[in-house]
């Protein structure tokens, strides 16, 4: 088991290394390219977002699509993998961290586009739809259609429910001494009560949950860079120019190459914003939207939010704090040391913050890919499945809360990272149909035309 585990590590790191870097970060930049900069357009996504779109066909909101994506998007990726980018890359990775996050849009955008454009509806009036959709009925590659969704279906225990079931009982045991079983039945509990009620429950939930969660965040960090006051604009500095230049130790750490930087920055960016991984889209597709356009800009600042502000936020609060007290880089051996010690720069309320914010951040996540591996798992065996699957689902969670999970940690890893592959073949095969349709919904977006995209039934 031993050597299996080491084997499985290896190739996670292989595979989340120089490879995904290049088919995602070469995908984000030929995205922006082949859509004309679509970026452009993200404050008119922040708009739509919160514009009911009344003559839209879907089941839940596009704000309610949109927040349960970012309820699967903001994770502890946004607490604990900043840290680590910085831990393993220097200060200069949370640019390059920031850059994929700016790129990513564009991902975002297609990968959603084509969700919405060749979604389907069941007969008991649910869309569906998704990359194993777009595969099947745009390219015409049933085969790489049903290898997005099995390993989207498997990976979701995996990255998306015990993983994430394990930081929370994690955080409460370190922190208040709360046993992990006790919080595993809280969590697997209240992970019943929403998901039973399928997606309209998971999008009501996340859309109170999200805003509230993110602001709780945001402040905490706000505080501690009000705090840090003095050194915030010599982390801007440093980050800016640990990028692209050498640097010497920091925060008792060895020097930093600009490669470290490069390469811990964009995996930790792009494993934190899934932009390219098809599984926002997986929601986008159920939101009532009058054409793929409108719900594909307003995915699309799922990305902005999650690595634009919301990482760039960690990634600041945490450089500050160590060129302010340098004494923080004995921490920087563990990540979840180092993010805790420097919340608790606020007096009193600082454990209790970040370790309310990190419970939040990963339940979030849970209530997300509990609906992403739901879909895989319908696409793959039909509606049948959805009962046992959510049933399964909460069942790891309490077992992910009370065991160690290295090897699970890895295999889901490499999972994820496989559903990269057949989502970025459709998205490049599919992209002039995304550019062209996509350039003329976004230039009438503002038009009352009534433009509507046809929806076929689901065999």
């Keep these: 088991?031993?050597?299996?585990?080491?084997?499985?590590?290896?190739?996670?790191?292989?595979?989340?290394?120089?490879?995904?870097?290049?088919?995602?970060?070469?995908?984000?930049?030929?995205?922006?390219?082949?859509?004309?900069?679509?970026?452009?357009?993200?404050?008119?996504?922040?708009?739509?977002?919160?514009?009911?779109?009344?003559?839209?066909?879907?089941?839940?909101?596009?704000?309610?699509?949109?927040?349960?994506?970012?309820?699967?998007?903001?994770?502890?990726?946004?607490?604990?993998?900043?840290?680590?980018?910085?831990?393993?890359?220097?200060?200069?990775?949370?640019?390059?961290?920031?850059?994929?996050?700016?790129?990513?849009?564009?991902?975002?955008?297609?990968?959603?586009?084509?969700?919405?454009?060749?979604?389907v509806q069941t007969e008991d009036g649910r869309m569906l739809g998704g990359a194993m959709y777009a595969l099947e009925r745009g390219l015409h590659q049933k085969w790489l259609a049903v290898l997005f969704a099995t390993f989207a279906a498997i990976a979701a225990f995996g990255i998306g429910c015990m993983t994430q079931a394990n930081s929370i009982s994690t955080a409460f045991s370190q922190n208040f001494g709360v046993p992990a079983w006790i919080v595993g039945i809280i969590v697997a509990v209240f992970l019943a009560i929403v998901i039973i009620g399928g997606v309209k429950s998971i999008t009501k939930v996340c859309s109170y949950l999200v805003p509230f969660m993110a602001l709780f965040y945001i402040v905490g960090c706000a505080i501690v860079l009000i705090m840090n006051g003095h050194f915030v604009w010599d982390a801007i500095v440093l980050i800016c120019q640990s990028a692209f230049t050498p640097k010497a130790g920091f925060g008792g750490l060895a020097g930093f190459a600009v490669g470290q930087a490069v390469r811990y920055g964009c995996a930790r960016g792009l494993f934190s914003n899934e932009s390219g991984m098809g599984s926002a889209p997986l929601v986008a597709a159920a939101a009532k939207t009058k054409n793929p356009a409108r719900q594909a800009l307003v995915s699309m600042t799922g990305t902005f939010w999650d690595t634009v502000v919301v990482c760039l936020l960690s990634g600041l609060t945490l450089v500050s704090s160590v060129l302010k007290d340098p004494s923080l880089g004995a921490s920087m051996a563990d990540k979840t040391v180092l993010t805790f010690?420097?919340?608790?720069?606020?007096?009193?309320?600082?454990?209790?913050?970040?370790?309310?914010?990190?419970?939040?951040?990963?339940?979030?996540?849970?209530?997300?890919?509990?609906?992403?591996?739901?879909?895989?798992?319908?696409?793959?065996?039909?509606?049948?499945?959805?009962?046992?699957?959510?049933?399964?689902?909460?069942?790891?969670a309490f077992v992910g809360s009370v065991i160690e999970l290295d090897l699970v940690w890895n295999i889901a890893d490499i999972l994820n990272g496989l559903m990269v592959i057949p989502n970025v073949i459709g998205m490049i095969g599919l992209s002039g149909v995304i550019a062209k349709e996509g350039g003329y919904y976004i230039k009438h977006i503002d038009e009352e035309d009534g433009t509507k995209i046809p929806v076929v039934a689901a065999r």
């Design 341 to 396: 010690t420097v919340f608790e720069q606020i007096p009193v309320l600082g454990k209790p913050l970040i370790t309310i914010a990190l419970a939040l951040f990963a339940f979030s996540t849970l209530l997300g890919w509990s609906y992403y591996g739901e879909r895989g798992a319908e696409y793959l065996f039909g509606s049948k499945i959805i009962l046992p699957y959510k049933i399964m689902f909460v069942i790891m």
């Design 1 to 119: 088991m031993e050597a299996f585990s080491n084997i499985i590590s290896i190739i996670d790191g292989a595979l989340w290394g120089i490879p995904l870097i290049i088919i995602l970060l070469g995908t984000h930049i030929f995205m922006t390219i082949r859509t004309g900069f679509v970026q452009k357009h993200v404050f008119k996504g922040i708009k739509l977002s919160v514009t009911p779109d009344a003559e839209g066909e879907g089941e839940v909101s596009q704000f309610g699509a949109l927040a349960t994506a970012l309820a699967a998007t903001i994770g502890t990726g946004n607490i604990v993998g900043v840290s680590t980018a910085l831990i393993a890359g220097g200060p200069g990775a949370i640019l390059w961290m920031w850059l994929t996050g700016v790129f990513g849009m564009a991902s975002k955008y297609g990968e959603s586009y084509m969700s919405v454009k060749y979604r």
